[in-house]
């Protein structure tokens, strides 16, 4: 159990998706322009990593079993489209204001990289099931810690800050992303995966 702790921590800090791999930027930086959208991109996206790898690891045992491994990309990619499609009628049925906040991007973390590089990374790394589940959970928080903090600045930048003219939008924004990522590599020694 200490192991798998350990993995959730790595996951999370010294080896965060986001930060440290730098996957998963196109939606980070598109939503994290206030606090409130992050949070519930990052809820979707802990959830549909989650249950996806949860899902994506039994049929590639089944898939090795049956030496039809090659076909894993093409269902991992299936399986994501599928649970993020199970998210967006939810959404939209129950957190309509959420679900209109997200526009384009909540159908795009079906091809968000970080939900297939996380089913790619237990296959390569021969994961066990709860190695896998811990590692897609702490992955996933991983990003939203990442997304969620970026927007907290960025939200303060923008009402008590006088960024110059040529540093603002995406520019600050990718200097702030660098100062995390520096931050997040200090973590670097607390924990391996």
């Known amino acids: 159990m200490g192991n798998l702790l350990e993995m959730l921590l790595a996951s999370i800090l010294n080896h965060n998706i986001a930060l440290v791999y730098i996957l998963g930027m196109c939606p980070l930086i598109a939503i ?3 606090v409130k959208n992050a949070k519930g991109m ?17 049929i590639y045992q089944l898939l090795k079993a049956t030496q039809t491994e090659n076909l894993a990309l093409l269902i991992f990619i299936i399986t994501i489209a599928a649970t993020v499609q199970i998210l ?6 129950f957190i309509p204001k959420l679900y209109n906040a997200f526009g384009i991007f909540l159908p795009l973390i079906t091809v968000n990289c970080v939900v297939l ?3 790619l990374f ?3 790394r021969e994961y066990t099931f709860a190695e896998t589940g811990f590692f ?17 600045v960025r939200e303060k930048m923008a009402n008590h800050s006088d ?7 995406k520019g600050i924004t990718f200097i702030i992303l660098g100062i995390l990522a520096l931050a997040f590599i200090g973590f670097t020694g607390i924990a391996n995966i």
């Open 163 to 169: 960024v110059p003219k040529g540093l603002r939008g």
């Open 88 to 93: 967006e009628i939810f959404m939209e049925r």
């Open 32 to 34: 994290s322009t206030n």
């Open 117 to 119: 590089a996380v089913s």
């Open 42 to 58: 990052g809820i979707a996206v802990v959830l549909v990593v989650t249950i996806t790898a949860l899902i994506n690891w039994p």
């Open 136 to 152: 897609a959970f702490g992955s996933s928080v991983g990003w939203m810690l990442a997304i969620i903090l970026l927007a907290g």
């Open 122 to 124: 237990f296959v390569n």
